[in-house]
T-cell receptor, first 115, second 115 residues
Framework: AQTVTQSQPEMSVQEAETVTLSCTYD???????LFWYKQPPSRQMILVIR??????QNATENRFSVNFQKAAKSFSLKISDSQLGDAAMYFC????????????FGKGTLLTVNP | EAQVTQNPRYLITVTGKKLTVTCSQN?????MSWYRQDPGLGLRQIYY???????DKGDVPEGYKVSRKEKRNFPLILESPSPNQTSLYFC??????????????FGDGTRLSIL
């Protein structure tokens, strides 16, 4: 079974500052994938960034980057130069590879961006 | 445009009145899935399908049925809805590449209220 834990129900950041959202996971799979999804007030689920567990290099997408610590089973999301449009609920998710297609989500972190 | 389409977007109904939420994708994806989102619980998987006529239970399947007669469609059926099924529902799809890191594409969500 997989579990994903987001220990910060809410976070806030000043516009243009940097914020880090925490995520830890547990899985018995040796081959798995990690994702961060953003859910703005429109309720859409938008993929922010993804990381293959076999890759040591941390994924980066523009202002979004991850700190993937495989041994610690940690997968944090860093948002640089925060913008008002970054305000949303953020979900961390883990999916096993191979025959296990299940995507397990954390409970989410609500990010507020203050002007 | 590649998309996952859910209908209806909103529905208010009464206990015991059968309802179906439709989901259709135009990306020829093998894998489709249904999730429900509840405050403080994140997204939880209801059912998933790895291909036509292949479906399996997720974490919270009680009270739901699904079918996958065509590759593009994956309806969610509530035979006798109850108030505890009031929730936000998401359909998702992705390519079924074994071990792939393909992200899931989500529909825009269906808000169900069971009175």
């Amino acid at each position: 079974a997989q579990t994903v834990t987001q220990s910060q129900p809410e976070m806030s950041v000043q516009e243009a500052e940097t914020v880090t959202l925490s995520c830890t996971y547990d899985t018995s799979e040796s081959d798995y994938y990690l994702f961060w999804y953003k859910q703005p007030p429109s309720r859409q689920m938008i993929l922010v960034i993804r990381q293959e567990a076999y890759k040591q290099q941390n994924a980066t997408e523009n202002r979004f980057s991850v700190n993937f610590q495989k041994a610690a089973k940690s997968f944090s999301l860093k948002i640089s130069d925060s913008q008002l449009g970054d305000a949303a609920m953020y979900f961390c998710a883990c999916r096993g590879g191979g025959s296990n297609y299940k995507l397990t989500f954390g409970k989410g972190t609500l990010l507020t961006v203050n002007p | 445009e590649a998309q996952v389409t859910q209908n209806p977007r909103y529905l208010i109904t009464v206990t015991g009145k059968k309802l179906t939420v439709t989901c259709s994708q135009n990306m020829n994806h093998e894998y489709m899935s249904w999730y429900r989102q509840d405050p403080g619980l994140g997204l939880r998987q209801i059912y998933y399908s790895m291909n036509v006529e292949v479906t399996d239970k997720g974490d919270v399947p009680e009270g739901y049925k699904v079918s996958r007669k065509e590759k593009r469609n994956f309806p969610l059926i509530l035979e006798s809805p109850s108030p505890n099924q009031t929730s936000l529902y998401f359909c998702a799809s992705r390519k079924g590449t074994p071990g792939g890191n393909q992200p899931q594409h989500f529909g825009d969500g269906t808000r169900l209220s069971i009175l």
